[in-house]
């Protein structure tokens, strides 16, 4: 399929500049670590494949489409009579997500643009997203534009995080990292970022304000798999998420680095299982039916 997409009815801009420009940039690691990611995450897939029961056909559009591999799935899914439109506000990750499409052969367009004010194109049966609704600076403005791009009767169930308290995988690196450097500035309560969707309550306050009344926000508890062990995961765990980033906020010397790296492997070795890394995580499935 043909790359991103590129029009005056696709914009990025204000009010989610910040974030184009943060994936346009930090977008490279996820790049770099695609196999990783891929695999860690595939049981939110599973999860989303299987309540959302997509069937041969169907019109999809995926939000936050990172590199393409939750778009991969729910191609299989829909077969070579359903079409998928997979949306990113990162140029290069989106880039990469076409080059996967292209190899696969699979019938997935990408679509360059910001979802909270894109103009989309409709007829879609469901949005779908892996973790890609979270960043939105209003995120009921957001929902309701996406909704726009649905028929009628269609449906919306995405996968966002549950708070750090209940995921480990947030949870231990964060406080490792703070540990050895100090903690990074303040964030307002639900601001855009990985835990912009934790809090259930203002989520469903966001989805009254979009306008929705039939709609689930059920927190679930999967586990994320790595076939690798903690040493493996803790060399992983400095390169992307929030250790990552606390490591570049404070420009952290070699030394700090390295001691972050040796207290995560440790932190690890509690969720491994007969070898492989196995974390339990609890997410937000968002499930919304369109008017």
Same mark, same amino acid.
């Given at each position: 399929?043909?790359?991103?997409?590129?029009?005056?009815?696709?914009?990025?801009?204000?009010?989610?500049?910040?974030?184009? =420009?943060?994936?346009?940039?930090?977008?490279? @690691?996820?790049?770099?670590?695609?196999?990783?990611?891929?695999?860690?995450?595939r049981p939110v897939s599973d999860v989303l494949l299987g309540l959302t029961?997509?069937?041969?056909?169907q019109r999809v559009l995926d939000i936050g489409c990172g590199t393409g591999?939750?778009?991969?799935?729910? @191609?299989?899914?829909?077969?070579?009579?359903?079409?998928?439109?997979?949306? +990113?506000?990162?140029?290069?990750?989106?880039?990469? !997500?076409? =080059?996967?499409?292209?190899? !696969?052969?699979?019938?997935?367009?990408?679509?360059?643009? &910001?979802?909270?004010?894109?103009?989309?194109?409709?007829?879609?049966? #469901?949005?779908? @997203?892996?973790?890609?609704?979270?960043?939105?600076? +209003?995120?009921?403005?957001?929902?309701?534009? $996406?909704?726009?791009?649905? *028929?009628? %009767?269609?449906?919306?169930?995405?996968?966002?995080?549950?708070?750090?308290?209940?995921?480990?995988?947030?949870?231990?690196?964060?406080?490792?990292?703070?540990?050895?450097? %100090?903690?990074?500035?303040?964030?307002?309560?639900?601001?855009?970022?990985?835990?912009?969707?934790?809090?259930?309550?203002?989520? =469903?306050?966001?989805?009254?304000?979009?306008?929705?009344? =039939?709609?689930?926000?059920?927190?679930?508890? $999967?586990?994320? %798999?790595?076939?690798? /062990?903690?040493?493996?995961?803790?060399?992983? @765990?400095?390169?992307? /998420?929030? !250790?990552?980033?606390?490591?570049?906020?404070?420009?952290?010397?070699?030394?700090? #680095?390295?001691?972050?790296?040796?207290?995560?492997? *440790?932190?690890?070795?509690?969720?491994?299982? &007969?070898?492989?890394?196995?974390?339990?995580?609890?997410?937000?499935?968002?499930?919304?039916?369109?008017?």
């Amino acid at each position: 399929m043909a790359g991103p997409r590129k029009g005056d009815d696709v914009v990025i801009d204000d009010p989610n500049a910040r974030e184009a =420009e943060y994936w346009a940039t930090s977008g490279r @690691s996820w790049i770099e670590h695609e196999a990783f990611q891929d695999q860690l995450l595939r049981p939110v897939s599973d999860v989303l494949l299987g309540l959302t029961g997509f069937q041969a056909g169907q019109r999809v559009l995926d939000i936050g489409c990172g590199t393409g591999a939750h778009a991969l799935a729910v @191609s299989e899914a829909v077969g070579p009579t359903g079409e998928v439109v997979a949306l +990113d506000i990162s140029e290069p990750l989106l880039n990469r !997500a076409a =080059e996967r499409f292209t190899k !696969a052969r699979a019938r997935v367009h990408t679509l360059l643009g &910001d979802a909270q004010i894109a103009d989309l194109p409709n007829g879609h049966d #469901v949005a779908t @997203s892996r973790f890609g609704v979270m960043f939105f600076a +209003d995120p009921a403005a957001a929902f309701a534009n $996406i909704a726009r791009a649905l *028929r009628p %009767g269609g449906r919306m169930v995405f996968a966002a995080w549950a708070p750090v308290a209940a995921n480990p995988w947030w949870r231990l690196p964060l406080n490792i990292a703070k540990a050895r450097l %100090g903690s990074p500035p303040p964030t307002p309560p639900n601001a855009p970022g990985p835990m912009g969707l934790a809090d259930i309550g203002f989520l =469903e306050g966001q989805l009254i304000d979009a306008g929705f009344t =039939e709609f689930a926000v059920t927190p679930t508890t $999967i586990t994320l %798999g790595y076939i690798g /062990g903690p040493a493996e995961m803790a060399a992983l @765990s400095i390169r992307i /998420g929030p !250790a990552a980033r606390l490591i570049r906020l404070f420009e952290a010397r070699q030394a700090d #680095v390295d001691a972050i790296e040796e207290d995560l492997a *440790r932190a690890y070795e509690d969720y491994v299982d &007969d070898g492989v890394f196995a974390m339990p995580a609890t997410l937000n499935i968002i499930d919304v039916r369109v008017p």
